[in-house]
Nanobody, 120 residues
Framework: QVQLVESGGGLVQPGGSLRLSCAAS????????MSWYRQAPGKERELVAS?????????KYADSVKGRFTISRDNAKSTVYLQMKGLKPEDTAVYYC????????????WGQGTQVTVSS
């Protein structure tokens, strides 16, 4: 049974930091691209950051978070992280963990989401 369990969300003041974690199970974590998406009220879900290779060496970020957010992964723990610094009110959203594998077939899994609220 595939599970992606996010944690680490909460309320933070502007300029603050949070680290999100996503613990994965039920699939071969190291073979999957791992990403963080977010969805703000009334907006579409958007890609925040991706760790594209199993070694974590190839990453990409949305322009809005470059230089502030860092994605990393620990394949031994089957966990992906999102370190967020310099948080802004516009970062407020539900953050979702995503696992994606494209081979002969495509497999795509989502976590349940964790709320991040940036407010004074």
């Amino acid at each position: 049974q595939v599970q992606l369990v996010e944690s680490g969300g909460g309320l933070v003041q502007p300029g603050g930091s949070l680290r999100l974690s996503c613990a994965a199970s039920g699939f071969t974590f190291s073979s999957y691209a791992m990403s963080w998406y977010r969805q703000a009220p009334g907006k579409e879900r958007e890609l925040v950051a991706s760790s594209i290779t199993s070694a974590g060496g190839s990453t990409k970020y949305a322009d809005s978070v470059k230089g502030r957010f860092t994605i990393s992964r620990d394949n031994a723990k089957s966990t992906v992280y999102l370190q967020m610094k310099g948080l802004k009110p516009e970062d407020t959203a539900v953050y979702y963990c995503n696992a994606n594998f494209r081979g002969l077939w495509e497999y795509n899994y989502w976590g349940q989401g964790t709320q991040v609220t940036v407010s004074s």
